[in-house]
């Protein structure tokens, strides 16, 4: 789709959902919620052989199964491969209970961030998020109960998308040319020992009960012997329409700090319009990037009104790295669209 087409279509949007709801959706915060304090977990509390204990958590028929769904790369063998990457099992599954045992274990990946696991399998070159239902299946196979009819819708939002590829791509470096600095910055990577999407994670009350399925899960390291187990949610405006609603994510939250998780709380129509930032502005406020926001084009705009081109004042967002450009425009420097950027000609305005 062209880019200002599909700006014009992301501002639009914004406004269909704006009735009843009890604040300005385009002068929100880009934060909604953030937790109290940081949760941190030990690394390193059992000294067990990490593969005895991994393969205790997969019979032969669940892993055919999860193969032959596609969930499991059908070439790998847990019993015969040797574990080049830690964490491969869990890295595939998304799972609470592994990622606990992983750290009961004692892995400290390396210090270098490019060896960063990321959901490989489903996370394919344009940051494809896994789907909701993916991480059901899975967890129906782990023995959770799973109705029916949840396993009936195979998306997720367009806010969830773009704020997953927008972490893909970040992580990845991908445009990280264009966005106003160096992004390949080793200092904040050095940090994160993972990343995924749609990541389970079990009710605390009863581990029977359908798993809570958080939208992007950054695990990262405080030291060598400490983590944070760090939630991403993309709420939609679906969650501030009703007192109920907003009083259910908060009963998660509570649940989900108690399990050791920190949750944070992003506006999904932010993420259709600038996905890039809202990654940037959670970066910075849960401590993984400090002064993130500064170091990227557009920071100084406060709202979704904002965002206009420079050049065309058409709606403008930026759904990859490369779709702002930042020129010289009748003596000042504007962010505009790259095609408004590259068919502008400064003598047309001084002839």
């Known amino acids: 789709m062209d880019q200002i087409e599909a700006a014009r279509k992301a501002h639009s949007s914004i406004g269909k959902y704006q009735q009843g709801l009890k604040f300005d959706l385009k002068s929100s915060p880009i934060i909604l919620n953030k937790p109290r304090h940081h949760i941190l977990h030990p690394v390193g509390s059992s000294s067990e052989n990490a593969s005895s204990i991994l393969l205790k958590n997969i019979s032969s028929e669940d892993l055919h199964s999860l193969k032959e769904k596609g969930l499991v790369s059908k070439n790998y063998n847990y019993e015969t491969e040797e574990r080049s990457i830690p964490g491969r099992l869990w890295e595939e599954w998304g799972d609470h209970e592994l990622l606990m045992q992983e750290l009961e274990i004692g892995w400290v990946p390396s210090s270098k961030w490019d060896t960063i696991p990321l959901y490989q399998h489903h996370a394919d070159i344009e940051g494809r998020t896994p789907t909701h239902i ?198 000042s420097i504007v962010i505009a669209h790259p095609s408004c950027a590259e068919n502008y000609c400064p003598s047309d305005y001084y002839d």
């Open 134 to 331: 993916e991480a059901l299946e899975v967890a129906k196979i782990r023995g959770y109960s799973i109705p029916q009819e949840y396993l009936q819708k195979n998306d997720i939002s367009r806010s969830e998308f773009l704020a997953y590829r927008a972490s893909h791509d970040l992580i990845l470096n991908h445009y990280c040319h264009t966005l106003g600095y160096n992004a390949n910055f080793p200092e904040w990577k050095e940090k994160l020992i993972f990343f995924t999407g749609q990541f389970i994670i079990p009710d605390p009350l009863n581990k029977n009960k359908t798993p809570y399925i958080i939208d992007q899960l950054w695990v990262v390291r405080t030291s060598n012997t400490q983590v944070r187990l760090i939630g991403l949610e993309i709420d939609g405006e679906y969650h501030f329409q009703s007192e109920e609603n907003i009083l259910r994510d908060r009963e998660r939250d509570i649940k989900l700090a108690a399990t050791g998780y920190e949750i944070y709380h992003v506006a999904g129509w932010w993420c259709r319009i600038d996905p890039m930032r809202v990654i940037h502005e959670f970066l910075q406020t849960a401590g993984i990037f400090p002064d993130a926001i500064n170091k990227l084009i557009g920071c100084h705009w406060q709202s979704i009104d904002d965002y206009r081109c420079g050049i065309c004042n058409q709606p403008i967002v930026r759904h990859e790295g490369n779709w702002f450009e930042q020129i010289e425009h009748r003596n």
